[in-house]
């Protein structure tokens, strides 16, 4: 169901559809890019493994939706499910996010370089 356009809240986007040439980096901020995910993932990692209906509780999304959102942070190799019984555990498996963290560290000088590149170009139109 949308709104104006736009999903509404705490309805699971459409996840973008996975290319063959996706990469775990890929996925990773793509899952990160929703911040029902990121909500998701911050209480697995502060409170621990738990299940899809105790995550729902406390809020006003369904517990399908958060299950989905669970399958796309799992694709991202950010939770991993252990079934007990008749329920299903997620448990937060942060360490993808260091290969993230390499990136952006790997990254940032070229970065830097190109902001100050425009911020010189900025300010030579600005004169």
Partial sequence: MTVNGAPRSGAPREPASEQPDDTPLDL???????????????RLILAGPNTATRLTEGTDITRQAVTKHLQALEAAGLVRPVRCGREVRYTATP??????????????PDWDRR???LNGSAARRTR
Avoid: K, N
Avoid at 33 to 40: G, I, K, Q, S, Y
Avoid at 95 to 108: G, N, R
């Fill in 115 to 117: 902001m100050s590149r």
């Fill in 95 to 108: 360490e993808p996010l260091a290969e993230a963290i390499a990136w952006m560290i790997q990254s940032s």
């Fill in 28 to 42: 990773l901020f793509g899952s990160l890019a929703d911040r029902t995910r990121r909500r998701l993932l911050e």
